[in-house]
């Protein structure tokens, strides 16, 4: 359960945003939408941890009634995707996964993690690309790796900065589609941005509070 | 008569009073060796010469195996460097623990800082070699006019004399008119380093020298009248040779080292040296071709000796006196004066020293810097 | 416990405390203490110093001439080429000045080994000619020694520039106007180049300025270049030199100011240029189009130009130290022996020993002042202006080094290795930042963001990350300030007292000596351990890129 209460970013005096309050529930995907420049981007790297400092950001922000608002970004537990897929760029596939898995029981035998990696790749038809450095990769493939890298850490929640506007038509509704199954699978809450309504999951199980930012006013649709 | 063996008697005299002093500093002398075991002289000295580098290796193995001392010999492209260093020392206050134990200078090096009272006066004293320096021969205790008073130890001659491709000069002596000859029928291959290059302003200090008849003043303290009256001499000759020396007399070799240079190069016919024997040692060695002879200047080669010296705050000075001490050693002169190894003439009797040029007496220090300064404003826009 | 990640800005606050302010206070302390007792005849001396005119000419000429012919050189040749030449250049790159300019000479002088070999085929020089390619000593003669030299270091710069740039969206946009691609890298991309460049063509051009060694073994010298003559009368002893040498030093100081202000006019003049072209629709006359590609074509084949005069170099400093008495018109030696090798080397040994521990030690030094300056910067959430980083290298060295001379003579400072070091990595600083700079800036900071929200500390994520992200511009950035401390004979000299031997220090003195046979020994050391350095990066890089791609 992702919560924020009382959130307010500010610029220079002049209020971006203002949240009251917005609760992601485990599995689901809240959704932001905004033009840009309306702080909703500010918005996901305060949720991570790491607010650029040229923004007066207040607000409480819990993670299963836990309140992490002075957590650093290591302790937070929360996981991102960007726009670009953001894999490491001097490490293959398989190290990308290794470096995101957590070094604790049952993960700790050499064995174990290469295990874990390589039936996680198969489960997303990824397995022949286990040595494959990023740069390789389609722009797809390496949106899958992304958000592989992301769950396998076993995040508490998952922030999404317009994760699909990179790709292109087609593959986008399949990516997407994708990754709203692996979110509900996994049972995390996740936050996304984006500035495209068709980018909300179609599943209504799927769907979390939409928060819509307008020039005038800030509306939530609670779903 | 009488006034003669009056003169005779105050000779001894002074004779053995100085035997006495010294044989008091040589009975202190195994003192001065217990001290220096163990200590590391800083030798600061031109570190150019191949030769010169390697003879002072030598004498590192030796002072090691023999004192137990070790000579670092601290190369520099200039000695000024180590002059100039002594002289921040001073004016900063710093009276010993200084970087610098043992220098190899001459002349207005040596001017500089006697005057300034840098430089140890209980060395020349203390070393029991000292007795072995041939001061009755060599002109060992002026250096340039001014009086050593033992503030530096005399360690080598130089005698500056030319370097010739063969069949360029008729005889071995030669002279200002013949030079000059020779530059007329062959334009483009002489040149000589620009002073203040030492080599260099020595060349202009034979030329007026011989043109001025060496006239009386050039021995003496320089004075603006004498250079009114003696350089025109100069600047005449020199306003003739200028045009016909390599590349019009625009450039000049920087250094008498790349005047070597030049002739191995055959860009030049003729080159100076102030080493008597650096030709043959140099023709043997595969640093200069075969066919090239030594002249010199037929009023002399102006003859002068370098020294060893000890600054006053250097951190080791009974390891330095040992390391001159040895110098001075027959071992050490003679390896010195072998060509083989370096060929600088001895300042001290050996049975094989080889025989000097004719020698001609060096003009007072103070004329170096007036030539320097008159010929940069002359010839430098 | 104290986080590692929050040592990057102390270490930068030290880093520039040690590498910038206390250099350059102790400098101007030196100078203001000296300057105070200058009178006004001093000063009328000093303006009527011999051939003072001709050599400040000599050396605004130099300094303005060399930097720019190698940067529209460099930046003709980088119109067609790819940025992979960047390994072909390590090598060109790590040619001390001193030994290219020994080799050149004995290329191309008139008893050269060109001339040379035309007599063993022709015999028509049994004297060697009164013309050559270069004069042993002339203006023009140093000014194509500084060129080819500074030639790879602008590449260098060009091609981290570049990589910065879309230039292939410049090329297209360009074309798609009706450019030629050479137009449009000239109107479109090589404006914004100068923008990027303006500091590296300053390091340039006030290395031009105030370099010695090089003008004193090619340059003229009735007069020579202004700082040669500083540098004579800082040797001289008398009063009035030492005046002279101060005063010069202020000249030097005044001169690499106005270089600056020149210098940062460049762009701007190009760009305005540009823009009248534009505006009134001019072509280029047809002899200048014609003398430009011509030009261009020269350019074109500056990689394997310098390749043959750095095998040329590298040949000729080879076959000297093996040669057993080698004179004119003889094209090979008259034997070869390798005596100078075996007789050195047991002296070579400790000098090659604390050229590497100077060098390896003061590179990495700045390496990490450099990275704790970049990441404070980011830490502080504003870019710093570079040229207070870069302040050694647009100082000139002679009076830097001097005015610390003095004030460790002042205070009493006993000559020692560590302020030899301290001064190799004020010096190395610049560069590796230099290098740096570019690339770190740019780094996505997101991927740092990515790793910390997988649970790794900011310490972790930069070293694990970043680091190794960067590899390419931090090993290069470290292999110059390598190869920079290697070159370094001033502050050697003068600070150590000329008790820490390095091989350059060696070479310097040796060639006071005109000895060419030990000369090219020592000059071939010091060509060989920047080259081995700059080898050893790229063999690494190369491989590191091929199992990236396999």
């Known amino acids: 359960m992702l919560k924020l209460q009382q959130v307010k970013i500010a610029r220079a005096g002049q209020t971006l945003l203002q949240v009251p309050e917005l609760t992601v529930a485990p599995g689901k995907v809240g959704m932001i939408m905004g033009p840009s420049g309306s702080g909703k981007s500010t918005l996901l790297l305060w949720l991570l941890g790491q607010a650029p400092a040229t923004f007066d950001i207040a607000g409480q922000l819990s993670l299963n009634d836990q309140d992490i608002t002075q957590q650093e970004v290591s302790a937070r537990r929360i996981g991102m995707l960007f726009q670009s897929s953001l894999l490491f760029p001097h490490m293959s596939v398989e190290q990308n996964l290794l470096f995101a898995l957590p070094r604790r029981a049952p993960y700790q035998s050499c064995a174990a993690r290469l295990a874990r990696v ?89 769907r979390g509070p939409l928060l819509s930012i307008g020039n005038a006013a800030t509306h939530l649709v609670q779903e | 008569m009488f006034k003669l063996s009056l003169r005779n008697i105050f000779k001894r005299l002074v004779i053995a009073t100085w035997l006495l002093a010294s044989t008091c500093a040589v009975a202190d002398w195994p003192e001065v060796l217990a001290e220096a075991r163990g200590d590391t002289v800083y030798f600061y000295g031109w570190g150019g010469s191949d030769a010169v580098n390697r003879y002072l290796r030598w004498v590192d193995g030796e002072l090691n195996r023999h004192y137990g001392v070790r000579l670092k010999h601290v190369k520099v492209a200039d000695i000024a460097e180590a002059v100039q260093r002594l002289q921040l020392d001073a004016a900063a206050g710093r009276a010993n623990n200084g970087a610098i134990d043992l220098l190899w200078i001459n002349g207005e090096n040596f001017h500089v800082l006697k005057r300034a009272k840098l430089l140890r006066a209980d060395v020349l004293a203390a070393l029991p070699n000292s007795a072995l320096l041939l001061n009755d021969k060599l002109p060992l205790s002026s250096d340039f006019g001014v009086a050593v008073d033992g503030l530096e130890v005399p360690w080598g001659i130089g005698q500056f004399n030319i370097m010739a491709r063969t069949n360029s000069f008729a005889d071995s002596a030669i002279n200002a008119e013949q030079l000059l000859a020779f530059a007329r029928q062959n334009p483009g291959q002489l040149s000589y380093p620009k002073p203040p290059d030492f080599i260099g302003t020595t060349f202009l200090k034979s030329l007026l020298a011989e043109l001025s008849e060496q006239d009386p003043r050039l021995y003496q303290p320089a004075t603006d009248n004498a250079a009114e009256q003696l350089l025109p001499l100069l600047w005449h000759y020199l306003d003739a040779l200028h045009p016909l020396l390599s590349e019009q007399g625009k450039v000049f070799a920087q250094s008498s080292a790349q005047q070597l240079q030049w002739l191995a190069d055959a860009k030049l016919s003729v080159a100076f040296s102030f080493n008597p024997q650096e030709l043959s040692s140099k023709m043997s060695s595969g640093h200069l071709p075969d066919n090239l002879q030594q002249h010199y200047f037929s009023l002399g080669a102006i003859t002068n000796s370098h020294y060893l010296a000890v600054p006053r705050n250097a951190s080791h000075p ?43 007496t060096e003009l007072h220090a103070s004329w170096q810097s007036l030539l320097e300064q008159h010929w940069l404003q002359r010839y430098q826009r | ?219 003229p010298n009735l007069p020579g270049v202004l700082a040669q003559e500083v540098f004579a009368w800082q040797r001289d002893f008398s009063l009035a030199a030492a005046v002279n040498g101060l005063l010069g030093s202020v000249l030097l100081l005044l001169l690499a100011l106005g270089l600056l202000g020149v210098n940062r006019l460049h762009q701007p003049l190009y760009h305005w240029l540009l823009v009248r072209v534009w505006r009134h629709g001019w072509v280029l006359p047809r002899l200048l189009a014609w003398l430009g590609r011509g030009a261009m074509v020269v350019a074109r084949i500056w990689l394997p130009l310098m390749f043959v005069l750095g095998l040329g170099v590298l040949l000729s400093l080879l076959v000297w ?67 207070p980083m870069l302040l050694a290298l647009l100082a000139p060295q002679l009076p830097l080094v001097m005015g610390w001379q003095y004030s460790f003579s002042f205070y009493q400072l006993t000559p020692h290795l560590g302020w030899v070091f301290w001064a190799h990595c004020v010096f190395a600083f610049p560069y590796a930042y230099l290098v740096l700079a570019g690339d770190y800036q740019r780094y996505d900071r997101r991927w740092l963001l990515v790793g910390q929200s997988l649970g790794y500390s900011p310490w972790r994520c930069w070293f694990t990350l970043l680091l190794p992200m960067l590899r390419r511009p931090v090993l290069y950035g470290w292999v110059i300030a390598f190869s920079v401390s290697v070159a370094q004979y001033l502050p050697t000299q003068l600070l150590g007292a000329g008790r820490i031997i390095t091989l350059t220090t060696e070479a310097v003195n040796v060639s006071s000596g005109g000895d060419r046979q030990l000369l090219s020994f020592y000059a071939l050391w010091q060509f060989i351990l920047p080259l081995v350095a700059l080898l050893a990066v790229t063999v690494y890089l190369a491989l590191a890129s091929r199992r990236h791609n396999a």
């Open chain 3, 321 to 387: 130290s093996l040669a057993a008495g080698w004179f004119y018109p003889r094209w090979l030696p008259a034997g070869l022996n390798a005596e100078v090798w075996v007789r050195e080397w047991p002296f070579v040994r400790p000098m090659i020993w604390t050229t590497l521990s100077l060098a390896i030690a003061s590179a990495c030094v700045a390496l990490v002042a450099a990275l704790a300056c970049l990441e404070a910067q980011h830490k502080e959430g504003r870019v710093w202006p570079q040229w």
């Open chain 1, 118 to 206: 390589e039936t996680l790749l198969a489960a997303v038809a990824l397995a022949d690309k286990r040595k494959a450095m990023p740069d390789t990769l389609s722009g797809g493939e390496q949106a899958r790796v992304a958000l592989l890298r992301a769950l396998i850490n076993e995040p508490k929640a998952l922030l999404l900065d317009e994760p699909f506007a990179a790709l292109d038509q087609h593959r986008r509704e399949e990516v997407r589609q994708w990754t709203f199954e692996q979110i509900a699978q996994w049972q995390i809450p996740a936050l996304m941005v984006s500035h495209d309504l068709q980018d909300r999951p179609a599943l209504a199980q799927q």
């Open chain 3, 1 to 219: 416990m104290i986080k590692a990640s929050r040592l990057f800005t102390p270490t930068a606050v030290i880093s520039l405390l040690g590498l910038i302010i206390l250099p350059l206070g102790l400098a101007l302390l030196a100078f203001g203490q000296k300057l105070s007792g200058v009178t006004a005849a001093e000063l009328h001396t000093f303006s009527h110093a011999p051939g003072l005119g001709a050599a400040t000419l000599y050396s605004l000429a130099l300094a303005l001439l060399a930097p720019l012919l190698a940067c529209y050189w460099a930046l003709a040749f980088s119109a067609r080429s790819s940025a992979k030449v960047v390994a072909w250049l390590s090598p060109l790159l790590s040619i001390p000045h001193l030994a290219f300019a020994v080799g050149m000479v004995f290329l191309f002088s008139p008893s050269g080994w060109i001339v040379r070999v035309l007599h063993e085929v022709s015999g028509a020089f049994a004297a060697p000619p009164d013309w050559a390619l270069l004069p042993e000593r002339s203006f023009i003669t140093l000014l194509v020694v500084l060129i080819l030299k500074e030639v790879p270091f602008l590449l260098l710069m060009i091609f981290s520039a570049c990589s910065q740039l879309p230039i292939e969206r410049y090329r297209q946009l360009g074309q798609s106007l009706g450019y030629s691609a050479s137009a449009s890298w000239w109107q479109l991309v090589v404006p914004e180049l100068l923008r990027r460049l303006t500091l590296p063509m300053a390091a340039v051009m006030i290395y031009s300025l105030s370099v010695v060694d090089i003008p004193l073994l090619v340059g």
């Open chain 2, 318 to 360: 009974a390891a330095a006196k040992v390391a001159i001490n040895f110098l001075l050693s027959e071992a050490a002169q003679a390896r010195k004066a072998d060509t083989a190894y370096w060929g600088d003439p001895p300042v001290i009797d050996l049975p094989q020293a080889g025989t000097l040029l004719p020698a001609a």
